[in-house]
T-cell receptor, first 110, second 114 residues
């Protein structure tokens, strides 16, 4: 399976702090995606980073990709209560498929 | 949610009964996906479609069938529901292959099989 695996699986931080989570995967990929899921809702795409990119920014999000270590990290800076959610990494496999990790639960305490 | 709806949003049914979940999109996207989400397992692909009448199996397809007779609708059928199919089901769409571009997710259907 190509599934990504997030680490740590649960994180609790104070508002204003940074949150960092990691994702590891098993085989070669040409891109990696991060998604957010608020409680009771569907997943929302955050960012896609391609294999030839090392780092990508989107607002308060920073994603890195290290293909040699088969790992990615998602950094949320200056966290807000609204960032409380589960975060998933996803990697492509087979034809047109995405494999999702089990998710990383982040709680931001106001 | 990017013009994607799921119906019903909640359903309680009994073991052995057939159940059909519907995913409807207004985006004219080619790819449509059905996932199930369970604690400890994350999101797992059931089936997906890459065009009208074109479908393929995912990693947990046993006990499920799908149909796509028009671009906007993707149906997931549990022929004879079992308790192990109690889950939250998500539909997703993608303009090009969802493996290489973002997928847009629907709000989900919570299914309970008693």
């Amino acid at each position: 399976s190509q599934q990504g695996e997030e680490d740590p699986q649960a994180l609790s931080i104070q508002e204003g702090e940074n949150a960092t989570m990691n994702c590891s995967y098993k085989t070669s990929i040409n891109n990696l995606q991060w998604y957010r899921q608020n409680s009771g809702r569907g997943l929302v795409h955050l960012i896609l980073i391609r294999s030839n990119e090392r780092e990508k920014h989107s607002g308060r999000l920073r994603v890195t990709l290290d293909t040699s270590k088969k790992s990615s990290s998602l950094l949320i800076t200056a966290s807000r209560a609204a960032d409380t959610a589960s975060y998933f990494c996803a990697t492509p496999y087979g034809n047109n498929r995405l494999a999702f990790g089990k998710g990383n639960q982040v709680v931001v305490i106001p | 949610d990017a013009g994607i709806t799921q119906s019903p949003r909640h359903k309680v049914t009994e073991t052995g009964t057939p159940v059909t979940l519907r995913c409807h999109q207004t985006e004219n996207h080619r790819y449509m996906y059905w996932y199930r989400q369970d604690p400890g397992h994350g999101l797992r692909l059931i089936h997906y479609s890459y065009g009208v009448k074109d479908t393929d199996k995912g990693e947990v397809s046993d006990g499920y069938s799908v149909s796509r007779s028009k671009t906007e609708d993707f149906l997931l059928t549990l022929e004879s529901a079992t308790s192990s199919q109690t889950s939250v089901y998500f539909c997703a769409i993608s303009d090009t292959s969802g493996a290489y571009n973002e997928q847009f997710f629907g709000p989900g259907t919570r299914l309970t099989v008693l």
